[in-house]
């Protein structure tokens, strides 16, 4: 089974993402984001915004992922970004090709809290990531169809994440 984060830079998908791997048994992480820096490193490529734009990308997440979940068994946890709907019905049929269940989380927090957490996050710098609320605001309906929206704004990942592993063992929802 795969447990894929998606939502905006900075709503707590990392964090969760290692809580997730904590409370669920035979649970394991991959950063489909580390696929995209791999390719960055390839000369050739057409020049692109982001990895995700190129196809190569949205395949090899894929075939790795895939891969990666029959070696590994049990759950396999992502966090990744995806705020393009044709880009995230790529990746989906590709996974419900291979047969692989699929639950699709959007962790969502309101824009106050969300600018709060980038700003005072010291890893990173937060102009990149704040430049991205938008897009996330445009992608928010579709997101909204394709996954179960779990708000963070006033939930520690603890909860987020037993919320998540309750609802991703519910057989009749995906």
């Given at each position: 089974?795969?447990?894929?984060?998606?939502?905006?830079?900075?709503?707590?998908?990392?964090?969760?993402?290692?809580?997730?791997?904590?409370?669920?048994?035979?649970?394991?992480?991959?950063d489909?984001?580390?696929?995209?820096?791999?390719?960055?490193?390839?000369?050739?490529?057409?020049?692109?915004?982001?990895?995700?734009?190129?196809?190569?990308?949205?395949?090899?997440?894929?075939?790795?992922?895939?891969?990666?979940a029959?070696?590994?068994?049990?759950?396999?946890?992502?966090?990744?970004?995806?705020?393009?709907?044709?880009?995230?019905?790529?990746?989906?049929?590709?996974?419900?090709?291979?047969?692989?269940p699929?639950?699709?989380?959007?962790?969502?927090?309101d824009?106050?809290?969300?600018?709060?957490?980038?700003?005072?996050?010291?890893?990173?710098?937060?102009?990149?990531?704040?430049?991205?609320?938008?897009?996330?605001?445009?992608?928010?309906?579709?997101?909204?169809?394709?996954?179960?929206?779990?708000?963070?704004?006033?939930?520690?990942?603890?909860e987020?994440?037993?919320?998540?592993?309750?609802?991703?063992?519910?057989?009749?929802?995906?």
């Amino acid at each position: 089974m795969i447990v894929w984060l998606n939502g905006t830079f900075g709503v707590g998908k990392t964090t969760t993402s290692a809580e997730l791997v904590r409370l669920i048994p035979e649970a394991h992480f991959f950063d489909p984001e580390q696929v995209g820096i791999m390719l960055t490193h390839a000369t050739g490529l057409p020049k692109v915004e982001d990895f995700q734009d190129w196809a190569l990308w949205r395949t090899l997440v894929v075939e790795t992922v895939t891969r990666l979940a029959g070696q590994l068994g049990g759950v396999l946890v992502l966090a990744q970004t995806v705020l393009v709907e044709d880009y995230w019905q790529e990746i989906r049929a590709g996974l419900e090709t291979a047969g692989i269940p699929l639950h699709h989380f959007v962790l969502h927090a309101d824009r106050a809290t969300l600018v709060r957490r980038i700003e005072g996050d010291p890893q990173l710098p937060p102009s990149w990531r704040l430049d991205h609320l938008t897009a996330y605001q445009d992608a928010l309906p579709w997101l909204s169809r394709e996954a179960r929206i779990v708000d963070t704004t006033h939930l520690p990942p603890t909860e987020v994440a037993a919320h998540i592993a309750a609802a991703a063992v519910t057989p009749d929802r995906t």
